[in-house]
């Protein structure tokens, strides 16, 4: 659950943008008070009113001096413990450097600290700089049709509804996938969204025929209702070419970095994943009609691959039984390590790691991933102190990190079961837990032929 102070200061990842480059070096000092109009507002408009203004989607306004007084302390309070802005990962340099970080600089911090201890003064009144939420540009709208998503029930997925849609493609050219926005309709009860790109002529993984056969068979199941349940990927069976949308709580517009892009023809097929969760009696009967949006190009320069291991969730279908995690530890891991060769993309030549999305559910506690020999400090690449599920997202390196294939990728998840009585399994559902790491790679253009 989030914390109160979240709560009252929740700002939407959707901006880009948001960062503390250009932030102040050094606080204000105590002979020279800090005001709202010269030293706050400054940060304020790069890093919280794209959320805390007048109609945006957090519940208080920073944007007008009285209500930002009155909220002075929570501000302090939240930015001290670095839960607002939300940006989860450390990014002070120790592990790993990322690119539009909304992390507010030490010296920003104190300011707003000192702000509110002065007792928030006004400052000399001036024209605010309103941030425009960012949208991408030309985009593609993928609608899934709408629904009435059911509880599946099962150990694995008490509440929730994993649905798959089958939709066109729509270029009548090859094309790259740039970049990806994700918009809920129904909030409350989207737990997530997977967008995977599939070539219905490709023989089904479970070699049962084509992917195009078996995903009409899945379909033809539940003929009074849209689509066709798929825990896991797109569906028991159908083979996936990529994942190019992967979308929480949290994120919101995604731009691919150096220039890349995830290809997308004419043949292919869309599949959009809704993971529904009902836990709250209250979104029973709801209903949902998600917008994906899509930013294609005519070329790139780069090819952008997807990766998403999670051997704790794959450990479901073990013959040595399943992994679990103990009730009533504060803190318990689980801890995985796989090569680039064993995510099966070590025979690409001039792979780089460019981005990383963590995921966990509600008992996530830290995590933390490491390119390279877990030993040495320089491979620290990720590392979340503080485990937020309701603010999740894609982190793209400020510069990419070469992989060989023989260069190990680490995942340490840390998790809190003190409210649990019996093991925790691995599983979809939100009751259940994951230790995913969303891994963006990219590479030179010749990687994507015969795509």
């Not at 990962?89 to 600089?105: N, V």
């Not at 997977?194 to 490709?202: E, I, K, N, R, S």
């Amino acid at each position: 659950m989030r914390t109160a102070i979240g709560a009252l200061l929740a700002c939407a990842w959707s901006i880009v943008g948001c960062g503390s480059d250009e932030g102040p070096t050094t606080p204000v000092s105590a002979a020279q008070p800090a005001t709202y109009y010269d030293d706050v507002l400054p940060i304020l408009e790069r890093s919280c009113l794209p959320c805390h203004q007048t109609g945006g989607i957090a519940p208080i306004r920073l944007d007008a001096y009285a209500s930002a007084k009155s909220s002075a302390a929570a501000m302090k309070a939240a930015t001290r413990a670095r839960a607002m802005p939300p940006w989860g990962a450390t990014s002070d340099g120790s592990c790993g450097t990322f690119r539009d970080s909304l992390a507010l600089t030490d010296a920003e911090i104190e300011t707003i600290s000192a702000w509110a201890d002065a007792g928030a003064a006004e400052g000399k009144v001036r024209a605010l700089q309103l941030p425009v939420p960012e949208e991408l540009n030309s985009a593609t709208d993928y609608p899934t049709p709408l629904f009435a998503p059911q509880i599946q029930g099962g150990q694995l997925a008490e509440f929730d509804e994993y649905r798959c849609f089958l939709l066109d493609s729509g270029v009548s050219e090859p094309s790259f996938i740039t970049g990806t926005q994700v918009i809920p309709g129904t909030p409350e009860i989207v737990h997530h969204v997977l967008g995977f790109v599939v070539d219905p002529d490709a023989p089904a993984s479970d070699g049962s025929g084509t992917n195009g056969v078996l995903m009409a068979k899945l379909d033809a199941e539940s003929p009074d209702r849209d689509g066709w349940p798929c825990f896991g990927m797109a569906g028991n069976g159908v083979g996936v070419s990529s994942v190019p949308v992967t979308w929480a709580p949290g994120q919101g517009v995604v731009k691919y970095p150096e220039q890349s892009g995830v290809p997308l023809l004419p043949k292919h097929k869309l599949v959009i994943q809704v993971h529904y969760n009902l836990a709250d009696s209250a979104s029973i009967g709801k209903t949902d009609l998600t917008k994906v949006r899509l930013q294609l190009a005519a070329s790139v320069e780069r090819v952008g691959i997807f990766s998403l291991p999670d051997p704790f969730l794959r450990s479901l279908s073990s013959p040595q039984g399943s992994a679990s995690l103990a009730p009533g530890q504060s803190s318990i891991k689980f801890t995985w390590t796989a090569t680039v060769t064993d995510l099966k993309l070590g025979s690409i030549p001039g792979l780089t790691l460019y981005g990383v999305g963590p995921h966990m559910h509600e008992r996530g506690h830290k995590y933390r991933l490491h390119v390279g020999d877990p030993e040495q400090a320089a491979s620290c690449a990720a590392d979340i102190q503080a485990w937020d599920f309701h603010w999740q997202r894609l982190y793209f390196y400020a510069e990419p990190r070469p992989v060989q294939p023989d260069t190990p990728i680490t995942v340490v998840c840390d998790y809190d079961t003190t409210g649990d009585t019996v093991p925790v399994l691995p599983g979809w559902g939100t009751r259940n837990e994951m230790c995913l790491a969303v891994l963006y790679f990219t590479a030179p253009l010749a990687a994507a032929s015969g795509s």
